[in-house]
Structure formats: structure tokens, C-alpha cells
């Protein structure tokens, strides 16, 4: 069984940096499709970023240049290193996994995922 662990996040002003990490205890994580999601009070959960187990990328928009996705298959570790973060970037950020198959760009909606953490905040001041 998977289970997924983030840590990391904090209080920071705009403009400052953050590294979030995602632990996973499970065998599977080295063939598994990860990816990061947030929430913010009151909307959605909201696609961040994913990596494929070979190391492929994909970003929302509004996070592409700051933020980068990473992963150490040999560590069953995934990162988020968060740069230049905004007011806009508060939310509760999620890692999640799923070993299903598909088209990996395709992959940015919560439904695309299985396994999930618990979760850590992140809160940017102006």
C-alpha cells in the first residue's frame, strides 16, 4: 500500500523560496506517476505539477519558470522546489501517485490519481 508523506511547508514572504518533499513508504514508487496539487480555501484542488517515472515534467502555467518538480526513485522521494512564490501560491499542497497507464500530459486532474498524502501549507505574505 502506498502511503504518501509531504513536509516542507512554512510561513515565507513573496518572493522567498520553498523546497516541499513527498516521502513514499510504499515498492511502487519508482514505476509510479507523481504529481503535486493544491488547494486554497474555498476552490478546487488545482493541478501544480507531475513527473513521470522516468523523470518527464509537466507544469501549470501560472507556476512554470518558479516552481520544479523532482524525484529520486532510489530514495522513493519527490520534491517541489518553489521559487519567487506569490500571495497566489497559499494554499494546502498535496503529493499524489498512480501506477494507472496513460498519456502522462494528459494527467492534471485529481481523478488521474489514486494515492494521496496528507498534505502540507504553504502561506506567502505580501
Known amino acids: 500500500q502506498v502511503q504518501l508523506v509531504e513536509s516542507g511547508g512554512g510561513l515565507v514572504q513573496a518572493g522567498g523560496s520553498l523546497r516541499l518533499s513527498c516521502a513514499d513508504s510504499?515498492?511502487?514508487?519508482?514505476?509510479?506517476?507523481m504529481g503535486w496539487f493544491r488547494q486554497a480555501p474555498g476552490k478546487e484542488r488545482e493541478f501544480v505539477a507531475a513527473?513521470?517515472?522516468?523523470?518527464?515534467?509537466n507544469y501549470v502555467d501560472s507556476v512554470r519558470g518558479r516552481f520544479a518538480i523532482s524525484r529520486d526513485n532510489a530514495k522513493n522521494t519527490l520534491w517541489l522546489q518553489m521559487n519567487n512564490l506569490k500571495p497566489e501560491d497559499t494554499a494546502v499542497y498535496y503529493c499524489?501517485?498512480?501506477?494507472?497507464?496513460?498519456?502522462?500530459?494528459?494527467?492534471?486532474?485529481?481523478?488521474?490519481?489514486?494515492?494521496w498524502g496528507q498534505g502540507t501549507q504553504v502561506t506567502v505574505t505580501s
Open positions: 499524489a501517485a498512480t501506477l494507472r497507464s496513460g498519456a502522462f500530459y494528459s494527467r492534471t486532474h485529481a481523478y488521474d490519481y489514486d494515492d
Open positions: 510504499g515498492r511502487t514508487f519508482g514505476s509510479a506517476a
Open positions: 513527473i513521470s517515472w522516468s523523470g518527464t515534467t
